[in-house]
């Protein structure tokens, strides 16, 4: 995924099925700098990490 898909996905008002790593997360914040997207992990979402925007893939 690049930034601007990330972006579009964080500001949309519908729910969109994003995966790091198999793994369904939800998209809480981008760092354009980093290139990098903070992300909750979950149905609780109480975990949360910094991976690579790269990483992330959209799932239809």
Do not use: C
Not at 22 to 27: A, E, F, G, R
Not at 28 to 55: C, F, H, M, W, Y
Request: charged letters at 25%; proline letters at 3%.
């Amino acid at each position: 995924m690049d930034y601007q898909r990330a972006e579009q996905i964080l500001r949309s008002p519908e729910t969109i099925q994003v995966f790091h790593n198999d793994q369904s997360v939800w998209i809480e914040g981008l760092d354009k700098q980093q290139n990098t997207a903070i992300v909750s992990i979950g149905a609780t979402k109480d975990q949360k990490r910094t991976v690579p925007i790269n990483e992330l893939q959209e799932k239809h």
